[in-house]
């Protein structure tokens, strides 16, 4: 689908600078202009953009910070399941947006059960009823994360 689609736009929820913009760069070599990327780094920004825009797509990490970090407003807290809640809101929305989870860790926080990225997407459905459309997992000296999305985005 979003490989031929002309135009959409694209939630991406990553707390690290660095896999940001390897996400918007991937992204960007695969869709060139075809694509609108929004991105923030914390579950308030990434609630409050679901709240007001439309996204066909969204990028998630899982463990990302409660709020972005600003003067006088208190140091955000590291959220381990975060992307859990991000899923969550995007349900709720009920836009029908694709969701694809990359994280960095081999395991995903579910229940406080560390859950293998590579049975995460069935684990989400059969617990929370959410269907994922993959799950990713990045390594920071290894380009196989930009294949499994291209793999992924096909079968969309």
């Given at each position: 689908?979003?490989?031929?689609?002309?135009?959409?736009?694209?939630?991406?929820?990553?707390?690290?600078?660095?896999?940001?913009?390897?996400?918007?760069?991937?992204?960007?070599?695969?869709?060139?202009?075809?694509?609108?990327?929004?991105?923030?780094?914390?579950?308030?920004?990434?609630?409050?953009?679901?709240?007001?825009?439309?996204?066909?797509?969204a990028i998630i990490d899982m463990s990302i910070h409660s709020h972005e970090p600003q003067a006088g407003a208190g140091s955000p807290f590291p959220l381990s399941s975060g992307g859990l809640d991000v899923l969550f809101e995007i349900a709720y929305t009920g836009n029908n947006t694709h969701c694809i989870i990359l994280t960095q860790y081999p395991d995903i926080d579910m229940d406080s059960l560390p859950i293998p990225v590579d049975l995460a997407k069935k684990e989400i459905f059969e617990k929370f009823g959410i269907e994922v459309a993959g799950c990713v997992r990045y390594l920071e000296n290894d380009n196989q994360w930009k294949a499994d999305i291209i793999s992924i985005l096909e079968q969309l």
């Open positions: 689908m979003f490989l031929n689609t002309e135009k959409f736009k694209c939630l991406i929820v990553e707390d690290d600078q660095f896999k940001m913009e390897g996400i918007r760069s991937h992204l960007s070599e695969i869709f060139k202009d075809r694509i609108e990327m929004v991105g923030c780094q914390a579950l308030a920004s990434a609630t409050a953009l679901l709240a007001s825009q439309v996204f066909e797509l």
